[in-house]
């Protein structure tokens, strides 16, 4: 098993990271880039590029590699410039000199221009490419592409269909393992894009990021708790069912996530086992609010950031803010955790969606999941009633355009 793990940039992390064997790599990236990824900057720490090329450095010491993400969902055009051009090779020679081993790329462009240029980088294929069929693995391992890190939303419970791409591939290919995102959700496009351009340094929303997609995958799991269980994290005494398939190279996310809980969550899937809340390992997190150990630098940013009435509504702004607050769990324990998920409950219950290949069938007739969610997902009533609220107004703020328009009424 290899894993690649989320690099946060928090001090004295990387030796602690590099204590399991297991782990071969980290990946990250600036907090803001000319490129940008796939988490909006005030979710992040900030970062320098002298900050950047210590920590490859360590990595190194460590025998760690280091994979800097070039992922964005698009280019947006830049490379079709002379600007754009400039810029994209200054990022690149910067990442050659100070050593960075590997880089992921979701653009083809991209890639060609990296193997032509920079034979040196192992090139990775993010998830923001969207591989999901034999057909795509072979156009990228044609163009080059080192390792392939496949469609989680469209393939992480797929049996059949990760098999096929195992047999397409000459090459590696790469799951993430805790990721909390819906199977088949309408909104990865979206998302995909609203992210890069948050973490632009140029062009974009240059930080900003009003994030509609999260407010409905999150909502619509509290109002259908089946929902936490149909997503596509994988959990660590399921990696062997993978494995037999053929696959055994895993990433671990997320790079907004506090050092003690990365820690715990590489430990759990290099131990292959974890006892407790699911959502502690593969729920979403951002360090967002002080209690975290979010630091200060951050925090002031975040809302300088996020600032802007000329936007959005200032009103708007502080209720999203508010809303993000309670939908990111920071609390996992027993009796305290608004929404709890056994992980021991869930034994055999991926097994069980293979075994029902399920991306042949309607859920709303098959009632597997949501047996399941009976046994395994508790929700505290008065939280849910309350964030429901708050995302039933968002919503509502969304689709009649009151969060930046006042005194206008939807047209009869």
Known sequence: ??????????????????????????????????????R??????????????????QAHRHGLSFNYLINGASLYGMEQTRRGQAAIRRQLDMLAGIGVDAVTVASPYLLRLVKKQYPSFKVRVGVFALVDTPLKVRQWEAMGADTICVSAIACNRDFEKLDNLKRASKGELQLIVNASCLLGCCYEPTHMHLLTQSSMRRGGRRGFCLDYCFLNCSSAKLKDPTLFLRATWIRPEDLHLYEEIGFHSFKIVERSCPGDLLLKRVAAYARRSFSGNLLEIAGPVAQIKREQGTPMSQRMR???????????????????????????????DKGKAPVYIENAALEGFVEGMRNRKCSGLDCTLCGYCESKAKEAVSIDESYRAGTLARAEKLDRGLVTSSHWLSGRRPRS
């Not at 909006?40 to 450095?57: D, M």
């Open 1 to 38: 098993m290899k894993l690649s793990v989320a690099y946060t940039f928090e001090p004295g992390i990387i030796p602690l990271l590099a204590a399991f064997p297991e782990v071969k790599e980290l990946y990250g990236k600036l907090s803001r880039d000319i490129i940008g990824g796939g």
């Open 40 to 57: 909006s900057t005030i979710t992040l720490r900030p970062t320098t590029h002298r900050a950047l090329a210590s920590s490859v450095a």
């Open 302 to 332: 975040m809302i300088g950031t996020m600032l802007r009435p000329w936007y959005v509504k200032i009103s708007t702004l502080l209720e999203m803010k508010r809303y993000a607050e309670a939908a990111i769990p920071h609390e996992y």
